[in-house]
């Protein structure tokens, strides 16, 4: 009897340890299979935008509750805030500028206010995976001259990381440009978008030449905009595409034709029509962007009265 009361509690703590080895070995299987290369094509790859922006709530959710189980995990991490920032992209901001502004006055500004919210929780997500890899890096981006040494250390493998944490805090500033503690940090993100592209400027088919079309164009100079720069990161990411991103056209078309300052109607029409011109076929892995930005283009032609200060119908 008293060996069996030894040899039980044995047993009952090597079958616990087992079982609690085979579930993280399932939960990182699962966590790899839903992160790994090619799994954002699921959503990014699809033609219908209706379906994809009721799917990603769920499928952002799943990822969370992976997460809670798994916090550590770089690819969940990395696709977990990568979706949080393109939901509140295209299915909250999007949306909410094609309302009214003033029929649709409060309904625009409550989806301004919640994507502020998923970006921020999105670049939250995306930091910590920064964080686990680089300790430190959260706090050095909020204390000038610490971040630099940390964004050397990083490599080719982090540009993903550092791509969506700076796009999702400079969305998330741009619906609130008066929230300054926000805006302190404009020059730490710089910095990481700018380390990105020095590691990879060729990411996502010119993904950052994108960014930087809207970053040059819209920041004023005392804070880094350049007109010129914006030019030529449009050309940039024109090549890099082979001219099979609408989404280059429409940012180029709204933050540099219709600037207050250029007001060039002509260029506005002609970068929209060439955005709508483009098959969403010709690059199916990013069908889903393309199509969204042809929605846009289409508004926006639509309603060009609105981005000309002297429109003549």
Request: aromatic share 12%.
């Amino acid at each position: 009897m008293k060996t069996k009361s030894v040899v039980l509690p044995g047993l009952l703590c090597l079958v616990l340890s087992v079982s609690c080895s085979i579930n993280k070995m399932a939960i990182n299987a699962v966590s790899n299979a839903l992160s790994g290369t090619g799994s954002s094509d699921v959503f990014t790859g699809d033609d219908d935008p209706d379906l994809v922006g009721d799917a990603l709530p769920f499928a952002i959710k799943m990822y969370e509750a992976l997460l809670s189980q798994n916090p550590k995990h770089q690819g969940l991490l990395l696709t977990t805030g990568s979706l949080f920032v393109m939901y509140a992209n295209a299915f909250v901001q999007g949306p909410a500028e094609m309302l009214d502004p003033i029929d649709s006055y409060q309904e625009r500004l409550e989806s301004f206010e919640r994507a502020k919210k998923l970006y921020l929780r999105g670049k939250d997500v995306l930091y910590s995976a920064l964080e686990y890899k680089y300790p430190g890096f959260s706090v050095a981006t909020l204390q000038e001259g610490t971040l630099d040494p940390l964004l050397k250390k990083c490599k080719k493998d982090d540009v993903p990381l550092l791509y969506w944490a700076a796009a999702g805090s400079f969305a998330a500033y741009s619906i609130d440009i008066f929230d300054f503690n926000l805006g302190y940090n404009i020059p730490e993100w710089g910095a990481m978008m700018a380390r990105a592209y020095e590691l990879d400027p060729d990411f996502n088919e010119g993904a950052i030449d994108e960014f930087y079309i809207l970053y040059y164009a819209s920041l004023p100079e005392n804070m880094g905009g350049d007109k010129d720069k914006a030019e030529i990161h449009f050309q940039r990411a024109l090549e890099k595409s082979g001219g099979l991103s609408a989404g280059a056209y429409v940012s180029y078309a709204k933050a540099v034709c219709a600037d207050a300052q250029n007001q060039n109607y002509d260029a506005f029409v002609e970068n929209l029509e060439k955005a709508l011109a483009i098959d969403p076929d010709q690059d199916k892995s990013n069908r889903l962007v393309n199509t969204l930005s042809q929605r846009k283009a289409r508004f926006m032609l639509d309603n060009a009265f609105d981005y000309f200060q002297s429109f003549d119908n």
